[in-house]
């Protein structure tokens, strides 16, 4: 599906508003338009409009002019009142204005010397008698004119200001369904994240995900506020005017359609250069993103082995390209947008000047200059929109690449969440001839069989890269094993939904995360099933109430983002209290006691031996004193199991396991 109709898919969702929204647009709008077209009728009909056939009165009336003693009334204003003489005219002759005593045609060329009004049309030349009114009296005549522009005036204004009103519900409404639009996209995008498998994010750094979220997502809102409001006004814009240019003249309005064509080609070649210069923005822009965000969490090493020059010529060349692209654009932008209209603006009002200026020779040609100040003025207001039009079609791109980078993110296979509950589960865990690879044949995991007992503690051991962590992250189903199966109470981990399965496992990572708010909250997860007297009793059992007991607030002492506030020790005894408030039937602690002191190891110990009971227990670690309790170890060596036994087994048979724990204990020269 493509990226238009999924936008279109998530604007429905608030299409009630968003129609609602656009039609108070297409009321402002139209109320707008019609400011011409009332000048046109003020300036035709009131302000040029005594030049017209005029009849004589007896008495002195509301619309009436006093000149030369008697009282005249124009023909528009004469129904219903008593005539009392010929019918006379006043025209106009340059910048004066003439008072003939008898009708003439009000078309055609004139002149006025000593009293002689001569009009001539085609072949007929016609001379009437006349006089000039003087500038002392002609206001006169425009007196009955200045109520009704005073009307139609305060008509306009009242236009203006209930489209003022529109304008603002429109603007109002769509920002609105704009944010709820954005606000259910975010909250999609966010789920879908968390459905997305952990290998996903193996090679995705954070930062270019939290560019998608935010940068990504607001460049889509742009385009339900201003872009959509911005095309559908220009396009109500345009409609409206080519009608009132029909109506004033065809011939001209035709002549200006010329314009669509132009701007349909315009609009593609635009999009097809600037399509591309924004997808390189958008994906530097991520890059940049993921580096500052590596470099904030980064800083201690980079200050520490002095890499401060060499991340900011990294810094450096992304932000150069960036910089280079966005210049493209802005160059793009600035070659078709103003000066492009700026040309056809020219050209059209050139169209008009030659059209009403060949129009002029001929006398049957000729329109009044209310007509003529429409056309200018439509003409220049047809160029507004389509000026908007073109500004807006760098948000309309940045929109489009935005909303297929997250749509890309979207279209990512997750994993539905479940609902599904399951009993606590016994904990009997098998691996039965499990391999395993990240990538393609490069199997990090051969053949790997087991059993895990309820209850039973299963040390996992090796040197680096042996395997140890992938077998733990296969129980989890962080992936899922290539080969062969892994079972627990006899049923295949792979026919458990993902969430039903983890609901009793727990984990201790060797980095332990805590998360912004409370040691208490750190510890429950806000999960309501977790009290307050579970997070306590947690805490309690690890060991932590003689760790925290010199904080000022307790449990409820505040932990700012990954816990850096705290000491290592103290974020791992967290850690280990959180799994432990979930009663995992089957615990597992990754190199858990790594990074931890002598003396806060030994608090843990003394706990472990109560929390293993009646769990099963899984152990990943270096430290081999840690394990000498454990009831099975598996010594790993390149994927493979290469011994197995307690710790006194395999000491009995001073096999690879013997050799690592002596050379731990310093009897072995390395």
């Not at 910089?323 to 078709?336: A, D, I, V």
Request: no cysteine; aromatic share 10%; proline share 2%.
């Amino acid at each position: 599906m493509s990226v238009g109709r999924r936008l279109t898919q998530y604007a429905l969702h608030m299409k009630g508003m968003i129609v609602f929204a656009l039609f108070m647009l297409t009321i402002a709008v139209a109320a707008e338009l019609g400011g011409p077209y009332i000048a046109k009728i003020v300036i035709d009909d009131h302000v040029l409009g005594i030049e017209s056939n005029w009849y004589q009165v007896n008495e002195k009336a509301t619309d009436t002019v006093e000149f030369n003693g008697n009282y005249y009334v124009r023909e528009k204003y004469a129904s219903g009142v008593q005539k009392a003489g010929a019918e006379v005219s006043v025209v106009q002759v340059e910048r004066d204005f003439i008072f003939v005593n008898e009708p003439v045609p009000l078309t055609g060329g004139r002149s006025f010397e000593n009293g002689v009004l001569t009009i001539s049309e085609n072949d007929r030349v016609e001379n009437f008698s006349a006089q000039k009114i003087p500038a002392t009296e002609l206001f006169g005549f425009f007196q009955p004119e200045v109520k009704r522009i005073a009307g139609w005036l305060s008509f306009y204004l009242g236009l203006l200001i209930f489209a003022a009103f529109f304008q603002y519900g429109q603007r109002y409404y769509l920002q609105k369904a704009a944010n709820r639009i954005i606000q259910k996209m975010r909250n999609d995008v966010f789920q879908h994240i968390s459905r997305l498998p952990i290998k996903y994010f193996d090679n995705l750094p954070a930062g270019k995900v939290v560019a998608r979220i935010t940068n990504d997502t607001e460049a889509i809102r742009d385009l339900y506020v201003t872009v959509l409001s911005t095309f559908f006004a220009s396009a109500i814009n345009m409609i409206g005017i080519y009608i009132a240019l029909f109506i004033l003249d065809v011939q001209l309005a035709s002549i200006v359609l010329i314009l669509i064509p132009i701007l349909v080609v315009w609009i593609w070649f635009y999009r097809k250069y600037a399509s591309k210069y924004n997808r390189v923005i958008r994906s530097k822009n991520s890059e940049i993103n993921a580096m500052v965000n590596e470099s904030i969490n980064g800083m201690t090493i980079i200050q520490a082995f002095r890499r401060e020059k060499k991340t900011n010529e990294e810094f450096e060349e992304l932000n150069k390209t960036h910089f280079e692209y966005q210049n493209k654009l802005l160059n793009l932008n600035s070659l078709l947008s103003h000066n492009m209209v700026n040309i056809l603006r020219t050209a059209a009002l050139f169209a008009l000047v030659w059209y009403f200026g060949a129009g002029s020779l001929q006398i049957q040609s000729f329109v009044t200059l209310g007509v003529l100040y429409a056309f200018v003025e439509y003409l220049s207001r047809l160029f507004h929109p389509v000026s908007g039009i073109v500004n807006q079609l760098a948000n309309l791109e940045q929109a489009l690449v935005a909303g297929e980078r997250v749509f890309k993110l979207m279209d990512e296979d997750g994993v539905d969440v479940e609902d599904q509950k399951m009993q606590r589960y016994e904990g009997n865990v098998a691996f039965k001839d499990v391999s395993f690879a990240y990538k393609g044949d490069d199997y990090v995991l051969k053949n790997i069989s087991f059993e895990a007992k309820k209850g039973e503690t299963v040390a996992l051991v090796g040197h680096t890269g042996s395997g140890k962590s992938s077998i733990m992250n296969l129980l989890f189903r962080f992936y899922d094993s290539s080969k062969g199966e892994i079972v627990i109470d006899g049923k295949n981990i792979q026919d458990i939904p993902l969430q039903t399965l983890r609901d009793h496992m727990g984990i201790v990572l060797q980095d332990p995360y805590l998360f912004t708010g409370t040691i208490a909250s750190n510890v429950s997860l806000d999960d309501p099933r977790i009290s307050r007297e579970i997070v306590e009793k947690a805490l309690k059992d690890v060991g932590a109430d003689r760790v925290f007991t010199h904080l000022e607030n307790g449990y409820d002492e505040p932990v700012i983002e990954k816990g850096s506030t705290l000491s290592s020790g103290q974020r791992q005894l967290i850690s280990f209290a959180r799994a432990l408030a979930f009663n995992p039937a089957i615990l597992i602690l990754d190199e858990a006691t790594s990074s931890i002191d002598t003396e806060t190891e030994s608090i843990i110990q003394e706990a472990m031996e109560v929390l293993k009971k009646g769990r099963t227990t899984f152990m990943i670690a270096h430290r081999l004193s840690t394990i000498k309790n454990a009831d099975q170890i598996l010594v790993l060596d390149r994927g493979e199991i290469v011994e197995k036994g307690s710790h006194d087994e395999l000491m009995e048979k001073k096999g690879k396991y013997y050799q690592m724990y002596e050379l731990q204990k310093g009897n072995i020269a390395s």
